[in-house]
């Protein structure tokens, strides 16, 4: 497994005041729009001798969900047919989705209280070709989930969901993708709902930069990259959705942040294709994973939270 640099992550969320938390309710006035973004050499910060990483990660009163919807909109072409933007990409990301619920990885979520260790998956999905364009503003993205949301397609807008725009390689996020970040999560009012939504853009587009490997362990290299950014957005719109007034460090780190790019100890498979986790697949049968770590209530970074295996 390739191994990266951990260098501090830039804070983009540090401008919030502690102190500007909001309440848990819902429509208590509209965010502002800061992704949350995930440098591709984040973290990860210091681990003490005793596992946990410092500094630890605190409640700062305001709303965490309990359990998301994950609904998928795919931007661009992923049928492309070659490459990373294929049916098979899909496919693997629908897969992941469905496997992570209730999984011993998804349960570290679990730890903080509200949040269950639950995903729902939407079978509704949401197309969208290029109607932003190919180069993508913070703005687009959402754009994007807005007009996701007006199309009626993906169900009424819904406060318990997370919303992922999810690219081709052809498509570029102009605020930083593959150079400053790998993904990011936000929250805005949409049709007068609180929208959690994330954008993760497609890894093919910079191996180097938003995927630990260069096969994967479902030969997409692509693809199983974006995977583990999906995890960490996820695990972060249900326990900041509105960062950083919920569980977040005093540095502005979520719990993704604070384990990012760490794989635990026991990575299987062959080099550039290994897995730390086999999880079901929604046609029956199982698909392996390389995902990173999250982080639990106690700041200590897992795995598999069943085994407690870090
Ligand atoms: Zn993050």
Sequence with gaps: MKIKRYLLATCFVCLLSAGAARAASEGSGAPTIIPH????????????????????I?????LVMGTPTVYLIWYGNWNQGNGSDTSGGQAIIRDFI????????YQINASYGTATGMVNRSSAEYVDHYSQGSRLTDTAVQTVVRNAIASGK????????????????????????????????????????????????NANRCLSACAAQTVGPNGNAGVDGMVSVIAHELEESNTDPDP??????????????????TFGA??????????????PAI????????V??????????????ATKQQ
Excluded at 161 to 186: A, I, M, N, P, Q
């Design 283 to 290: 046609s029956g049968g199982s698909r392996n994973y390389l």
């Design 58 to 62: 605190t409640y700062h009163g305001g």
């Design 37 to 56: 973004k995930t440098n591709p050499n984040e973290d990860a910060l210091t681990a003490g001798s005793t596992g946990v990483m410092s500094p630890p």
């Design 266 to 279: 026991n990575p299987q498979g062959p080099a550039n294709a290994q897995y730390n986790m086999t999880l």
């Design 154 to 201: 993906l169900g009424p807008p819904d406060v318990n969901g997370v919303y992922f725009v999810l690219t081709s390689s052809d498509v570029s996020e102009r605020s930083g993708f593959c150079t400053k970040y790998c993904g990011w999560h936000t929250a805005s009012t949409i049709a007068g709902t609180n929208i959690k939504y994330a954008f993760v853009g």
């Design 244 to 261: 950083v007034s919920g569980w977040a460090d005093s540095r502005g780190a979520e719990n993704g942040d604070k384990c990012a790019w």
């Design 98 to 105: 469905y496997g992570l619920n209730n999984s011993s990885y």
């Design 292 to 305: 990173q770590r999250n982080l639990d209530v106690n700041s200590k970074c897992y795995v598999d939270y």
